[in-house]
């Protein structure tokens, strides 16, 4: 009797599937470093307000302490013109870095402490003489060297380079998320409950994935100036379909299994076979599909914005900075286009690396593994 | 004993095919064609039948799964259930909402145990799950032990329910079905090809793991299976199936014994032996394959391979009709 039993023995630790692929993942040193790097760099790019700025983090000024960075940081005015610190009024605010300076040269116990680098993707470029065109490395007239050197407004390449980074992550990611929000409900529903409400709703996708995306978005910033939040739904409009007909052919499959037959007959209600039972089992394409998700993400705000039809002029991005870059390329401006090239470059490679792993983390084949 | 507690009539499942441009349906599978059968309570009626005669799609369209799996199925006939008081219900044609209060009482095993448990719940949520939905009104640690105490009843220890079902062997997964479907307390399991899917050595303790849960909690089995020695060992009565309809019903030593219907002879005759030669049993070779059910032959659906085919075979529709050895058999032509 009991012949079967063996296969397992009470007391040792059990592991579900996705612990499992988890571990794998971990296992693959690639894709889990990738994933890494690049979770701590996205983290840290939410920080950038009190690294890359030219607001002072810490101004000490006749015996009060002022945050203006930190400020900046959680959203409060941090407005302080150059009469605050009893300095002639030059219009506008005041620019920490000269205010440094000052006080140094007054000696009085007055000090400003800049955060780690002291530019800011955004800047009246106007008091400290015009920086335009300055190659890496090389100082200013009164600044430190600034890393990327200067674009032809004389705003800081690498802070702009940095800030674009969150720009174009963040974006990236709500466009994923909100894709997989709009695709999975459809694809499930029309795999699920197949017939003629499927026949309908796939021809009504088809027509729909006809929509110019490009031509839209050509036309619709042409009439209203674009946003964020357009371009995200204007992108948005076709690109749930791909996930949508990928969660639909699992639910094909994955509806006549027999585990889906037993809660049936247990008397599950319906929404609940679709998400506790089915859903889960369907995540495979779901989760493998995410990093190349966000890379077409990333890449199609570059694109936009290189055209010129993305964010509104000003928004520190990869693909506006490389139009500009473009513009200039026979004047050997070269850091120009490398830095948001290279900038690209790492992220792109990064997420498709995490992706890779992801698939092979995923791959119920346990010797599929190419090195 | 002799108590009804479901009465099937005439029950017909047929599964429409489309094709074409606007998909229209252009034919139609009829896997079960008319059959009728009867179960009493603490009863295990044994359900045979080779490949493809529609064996799982009867025990299906019991507890009415198909249309999740097939929107294109059609139903029709009854299946009546009788609860203790008596009072019939035709399960057929309930709503899905009226079929709830139905579904503790019939409930499934299944063939495959590596599809028939969702790979990412663990046992415990797995056994727990129709409790969850019949018996909301139980206390977490009442869940806790009437699922600890069901796995000891199919001979697993309770330890295991925190893990998850591709840690098992096929038996042992058999066994979290089995546990699975006694939570609710059945007074109908329809088991369908419960042991197929398993090594021969285990077969034999989840099949007498079954007859032991059967002779305590004293519910009725629908049988399903292909392998004869293992329904007769089960069984008290057989009903044979071919190509969806009832060729023979009766008895398990009856029908296992002394077959009537030319079917059931052939069927009987392939049952190994382990020693053919002390029997002398005359092996009877079937030629041709099963017809598809999409061109059923008209008349007697068996004609086209059976010895004893008359030209008139082709003229009707045979009944079953009580035989000489006790069993019903549908041929007019054997006694």
């Known amino acids: 009797m009991k012949a079967g039993k063996q296969a397992v023995t009470p007391g040792k630790k059990s592991q579900s599937l996705l612990s499992r692929r988890w571990q794998k993942f971990k296992s693959l040193k690639r894709g889990y470093y990738s994933f890494v790097i690049l979770v701590i760099i996205y983290l840290l790019s939410f920080l950038l307000p009190v690294l890359v700025s030219n607001k002072a983090l810490v101004v000490q000024y006749n015996g009060s302490k002022m945050f203006p960075a930190f400020a900046d940081l959680v959203g409060l005015a941090s407005y302080h013109g150059y009469e605050d610190f009893g300095l002639k009024s030059a219009g506008g605010e005041v620019n920490y870095r000269r205010l440094s300076q000052e006080f140094e040269k007054a000696d009085n116990g007055n000090y400003v402490i800049m955060p780690l680098y002291p530019f800011s993707p955004q800047e009246d470029i106007s008091v400290e003489g015009n920086e335009k065109f300055l190659p890496p490395l090389t100082p200013g007239t009164h600044t430190a060297a600034r890393l990327l050197g200067t674009d032809d407004r004389g705003r800081d390449v690498f802070a702009r380079m940095a800030y674009g980074l969150n720009v174009s992550l963040s974006f990236a990611l709500l466009l994923a998320i909100l894709e997989y929000c709009i695709g999975v409900p459809i694809g499930a529903i029309s795999g699920y409950f197949g017939g003629k409400f499927d026949l309908i709703l796939q021809r009504v996708v088809e027509i729909w994935f006809t929509l110019p995306v490009l031509f839209i978005i050509i036309i619709v910033v042409s009439l209203v100036s674009p946003n964020f939040f357009l371009l995200l739904g204007l992108l948005l409009l076709v690109s749930w379909i791909s996930i949508a007909l990928y969660i639909r052919a699992e639910f094909l499959r994955e509806r006549t299994r027999d585990y889906v037959a037993a809660a049936v007959s247990i008397g599950v209600p319906t929404w609940k076979i679709i998400v506790r039972h089915i859903l889960p089992n369907s995540l495979v394409p779901i989760i493998t599909f995410f990093p190349f998700s966000i890379v077409s993400g990333i890449t199609a705000l570059v694109s936009l914005d290189y055209l010129g039809f993305g964010l509104p002029p000003g928004t520190p991005s990869w693909g506006e900075m490389f139009g500009l870059g473009v513009q200039y390329i026979n004047q050997n401006k070269w850091w120009l286009v490398m830095s948001p090239m290279s900038a690209m470059f790492f992220t792109l490679s990064l997420t498709v690396f995490v992706g890779e792993a992801v698939r092979e983390a995923f791959d119920p084949k346990t010797f599929s593994r190419l090195r | ?335």
């Open chain 2, 1 to 335: 004993m002799s108590v009804r507690m479901l009465d099937v009539r005439d029950l017909h499942v047929h599964f429409a095919m489309h094709g074409g441009v606007f998909q229209r349906k252009v034919a139609e599978v009829r896997a079960v064609d008319g059959i009728s059968f009867g179960i009493e309570r603490g009863e295990t009626l044994g359900l045979v039948g080779e490949s493809g005669c529609g064996k799982t799609t009867v025990g299906r369209a019991l507890i009415n799964v198909l249309t999740h799996s097939s929107p294109d199925v059609a139903l029709s006939g009854e299946v009546n259930y009788i609860d203790k008081q008596g009072n019939e219900t035709n399960l057929i044609h309930l709503s899905k909402h009226q079929m709830l209060k139905y579904r503790q009482h019939v409930q499934m095993i299944f063939q495959d145990p590596y599809s028939s448990l969702n790979q990412r719940m663990t046992v415990k949520q797995i056994v727990a799950e129709p409790l969850s939905i019949h018996k909301p009104e139980m206390k977490r640690a009442e869940v806790d032990d009437r699922v600890s105490w069901l796995l000891e009843k199919v001979g697993l220890q309770p330890e295991y329910s925190l893990r998850f079902p591709h840690e098992f062997s096929g038996g042992q997964r058999q066994r979290i079905g089995i546990a699975r479907a006694l939570a609710t307390n059945p007074e109908l399991i329809i088991c369908d090809e419960p042991v197929s899917a398993l090594d021969v050595s285990v077969q034999a303790q989840v099949i007498n793991l079954m007859d032991d849960l059967r002779s305590e909690f004293g519910m009725s089995y629908l049988f399903i299976a292909h392998d004869l020695s293992v329904v007769y060992h089960i069984s008290h009565r057989i009903a044979v199936m071919y190509l969806g309809n009832i060729v023979e019903l009766g008895r398990a030593d009856e029908v296992y014994f002394t077959p009537t219907h030319p079917y059931t002879r052939a069927l009987i005759s392939a049952v190994p032996e382990p020693d053919p030669a002390k029997t002398g049993r005359q092996r009877i070779v079937l030629t041709g394959d099963i017809p598809t059910p999409l061109s059923k032959p008209s008349g007697c659906g068996f004609r086209t391979r059976c010895p004893i085919a008359r030209p008139d075979c082709a003229t009707f529709t045979p009944q079953l009709e009580l035989k000489k050895s006790g069993a019903l058999a549908a041929c007019p032509y054997v006694e």
